[in-house]
């Protein structure tokens, strides 16, 4: 059986466990970078690795009627120096969005700040970022990473948010904890971004089965909906975001008043539909040279993407131990 035809009968969680695991193999993420086979796949989902790459792509979606968030790519940095480097690339960032005309609106891994190597380079990182947004008038969103930073990541973003209200933290539906995480948000007033979770949890804190994960989405969505306050609903899927509109129509909350977001490269039709209804819709939009991780987040949400991407890998592996 073909690598493709493989990818296509092995089960979804099979597959999503496989890529998890992937995306933490740094030999394999020096493979895979230095592939020019991997490049064109990695484009559709990865606005360039350089910031001028990332604001002609942030432009044209400005053009088409989307706002965008920024995520500095990188994550689980092995320094304190790489900690302050990915931070430094941030606070460039902001102004060079800002002086465009562009949303100076970011997106920030902990990891990428230290926070696995000492929470309070983390808060330091966090702070210049909070500050260079602050200069702008911009907005910090805290990503949501596994479950055993969520405790961190909600502290963190709390602070922030006592310091310049213009922050935002990511909420998982697929843990079990999270109806009760964004009652503590909305009563600090916070905006939340609902995603569905990209990582691989244990049954402990997670629900498991896709359809509990939606059904638990859909209960969350119409939560914050209803809440009065402005949040993001971050998914691509139709039945969710129908729902959405549906709830918003009957209860009159206008497009101001929350919006769709939606990962670079994934369903651009659903995203130009969107733009098209009147509704606010804006775009994560990856850049930089650490692509990997998120690429291989990708890969396991999707198993349509991971073929060709699997055929890849084992040619340039394949070559490399031909060369030895
Ligand atoms: P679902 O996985 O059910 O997909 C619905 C449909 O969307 C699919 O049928 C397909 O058509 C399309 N689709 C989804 N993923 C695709 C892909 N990779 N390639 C091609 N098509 C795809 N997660 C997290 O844990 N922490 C976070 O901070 C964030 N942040 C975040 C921001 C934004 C703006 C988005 C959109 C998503 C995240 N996520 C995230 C990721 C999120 O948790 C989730 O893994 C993906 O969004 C996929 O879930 P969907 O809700 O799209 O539904």
Same mark, same amino acid.
């Given at each position: 059986?073909?690598?493709?035809?493989?990818?296509?009968? %092995?089960?979804?969680?099979?597959?999503?466990?496989?890529?998890?695991?992937?995306?933490?193999?740094?030999?394999?993420? #020096?493979?895979?970078?230095?592939?020019?086979?991997?490049?064109?796949?990695?484009?559709?989902?990865?606005? +360039?690795?350089?910031?001028?790459?990332? %604001?002609?792509?942030?432009?044209?979606?400005?053009?088409?009627?989307?706002?965008?968030?920024?995520?500095?790519?990188?994550?689980?940095?092995?320094?304190?120096?790489?900690?302050?480097?990915?931070?430094?690339?941030?606070?460039?960032?902001?102004?060079?969005?800002?002086?465009?005309?562009?949303?100076?609106?970011?997106?920030?891994?902990?990891?990428?700040?230290? %926070?696995?190597?000492?929470?309070?380079?983390?808060?330091?990182?966090?702070?210049?970022?909070?500050?260079?947004?602050?200069?702008?008038? !911009?907005?910090?969103?805290?990503?949501?990473?596994?479950?055993?930073?969520?405790?961190?990541?909600?502290?963190?973003?709390?602070?922030?948010?006592?310091?310049?209200?213009?922050?935002?933290?990511?909420?998982?539906?697929c843990?079990r #904890?999270?109806?009760?995480?964004?009652?503590?948000?909305?009563?600090? !007033? +916070?905006?939340?971004?609902?995603?569905?979770?990209? =990582?691989?949890e244990p049954r402990s804190v997670a629900y498991l089965n896709?359809?509990t994960?939606?059904?638990?989405?859909?209960?969350?969505?119409?939560?914050?909906?209803?809440? !009065?306050?402005?949040?993001?609903?971050?998914?691509?899927?139709?039945?969710?975001?129908? #729902?959405?509109?549906?709830?918003?129509?009957?209860?009159?909350?206008?497009?101001?008043?929350?919006?769709?977001?939606?990962?670079?490269?994934?369903?651009?039709?659903?995203?130009?539909? %969107?733009?098209?209804? !009147?509704?606010?819709?804006?775009?994560?939009?990856?850049?930089?040279?650490?692509? =990997?991780?998120?690429?291989?987040?990708?890969?396991?949400?999707?198993?349509?993407?991971?073929?060709?991407?699997?055929?890849?890998?084992?040619?340039?592996?394949?070559?490399?131990?031909?060369?030895?």
């Amino acid at each position: 059986m073909g690598i493709a035809a493989a990818v296509r009968v %092995l089960p979804h969680r099979t597959m999503r466990s496989l890529f998890m695991s992937l995306s933490h193999r740094r030999s394999l993420a #020096r493979l895979a970078v230095r592939s020019p086979l991997t490049r064109p796949v990695v484009a559709r989902f990865v606005a +360039g690795e350089t910031i001028e790459e990332a %604001l002609t792509a942030i432009a044209a979606l400005k053009q088409a009627g989307m706002h965008t968030t920024v995520d500095v790519l990188g994550e689980s940095v092995t320094s304190p120096e790489l900690a302050a480097a990915a931070a430094d690339r941030y606070v460039a960032t902001l102004p060079a969005l800002a002086s465009r005309g562009l949303d100076p609106n970011v997106s920030v891994k902990l990891t990428q700040m230290g %926070l696995d190597i000492d929470p309070e380079v983390c808060r330091d990182n966090v702070t210049r970022i909070v500050d260079a947004a602050r200069a702008v008038d !911009g907005f910090v969103r805290f990503d949501m990473e596994d479950h055993a930073r969520t405790d961190a990541t909600l502290a963190i973003w709390q602070e922030a948010h006592e310091s310049y209200p213009k922050t935002g933290v990511v909420i998982q539906s697929c843990l079990r #904890r999270s109806a009760a995480d964004i009652e503590r948000i909305l009563a600090a !007033g +916070g905006s939340v971004r609902l995603c569905k979770g990209a =990582y691989d949890e244990p049954r402990s804190v997670a629900y498991l089965n896709k359809s509990t994960v939606d059904a638990n989405y859909a209960k969350l969505m119409e939560r914050l909906l209803t809440s !009065g306050s402005y949040h993001a609903l971050a998914t691509h899927d139709p039945r969710l975001i129908a #729902r959405a509109i549906e709830i918003a129509e009957r209860g009159g909350i206008g497009p101001d008043r929350f919006e769709f977001q939606m990962l670079y490269g994934v369903r651009r039709d659903l995203q130009r539909t %969107l733009v098209e209804r !009147g509704c606010t819709v804006r775009i994560y939009v990856p850049y930089g040279h650490e692509w =990997y991780p998120y690429f291989m987040r990708r890969l396991a949400e999707r198993p349509a993407n991971v073929g060709f991407m699997i055929r890849a890998i084992l040619k340039e592996e394949g070559r490399r131990v031909r060369g030895r």
